[in-house]
């Protein structure tokens, strides 16, 4: 008897239940602080701040070699080590600003195409 009260009971629950509706205008955004940037341009600032900073190590570089030159006192190994650096900071240089024109050029081009203004 007790079993058929339960269920009896539970099955009345259920038909006596309200209709719930999925339809909730929450913005999670707003209540986690995040941004309402477009993802596009949140991709294109964090290519140009890492860009940007590599342009800086390079630069850097350059200094810290151009250092090492002036500070090497005729010592021949110690230019010859200044040298390279500076070789190697100078092509790391260009890299990063042909990468910079290159993502430029085609962010100009995708933005034609797809008659984003």
């Known amino acids: 008897m007790k079993k058929i009260v339960g269920l009896l009971s539970a099955v009345g629950a259920l038909v006596v239940t309200k ?3 999925a ?6 955004a707003e209540t ?5 940037a477009d993802l596009q341009e ?3 600032a964090i290519i140009q701040w890492i860009l940007g900073l590599l342009g800086l190590i390079a630069v850097i570089m350059i200094l810290i070699g151009g ?3 002036m500070t090497a006192g005729g010592n ?5 080590s ?3 650096l500076l070789t190697s900071a100078i092509i790391g240089l260009v890299i990063v600003l042909l990468a910079w024109a290159i993502v430029i050029f085609a962010l ?3 933005q034609n195409t797809s008659g984003v203004t």
């Open 19 to 21: 209709t719930a509706y």
């Open 23 to 28: 339809v909730s205008f929450y913005d999670p």
């Open 32 to 36: 986690l602080g995040l941004g309402s």
């Open 42 to 44: 949140t991709v294109i």
């Open 67 to 69: 250092f090492k030159w």
């Open 76 to 80: 021949e190994e110690k230019i010859e």
């Open 82 to 84: 200044a040298k390279k």
């Open 108 to 110: 100009g081009v995708l």
